[in-house]
């Protein structure tokens, strides 16, 4: 069973980091037009609440083996980042 916790803490903001750059090589291109190191660097701006929110999957034994952001895109839309 996989469970969604939402990121709030330091720790989950770390794990999330280390998430983020597995996607980044998984893919295998290179994110620099979407500022990805800032990103990065920003991340509990870039995915805090109250405008956005950012999860983590965990499996049954607690591992993180996913993450994925929501966030605001215009008005009436929003975008799913990162989502791995």
Known sequence: ???LIEVKSDESYQIATELFKE????IGVDLTFQNFNQELA????????????????????QTPIGC?????FEDAICEL????
């Open 23 to 26: 996607y980044a090589a998984q």
């Open 81 to 84: 980042k990162r989502m791995y």
């Open 42 to 61: 920003n991340i509990k701006q870039q995915y805090g609440r109250p405008k956005v929110i950012l999860y983590i999957a965990y499996d049954k034994v």
């Open 68 to 72: 994925f952001g929501i966030r605001p």
């Open 1 to 3: 069973m996989i469970e």
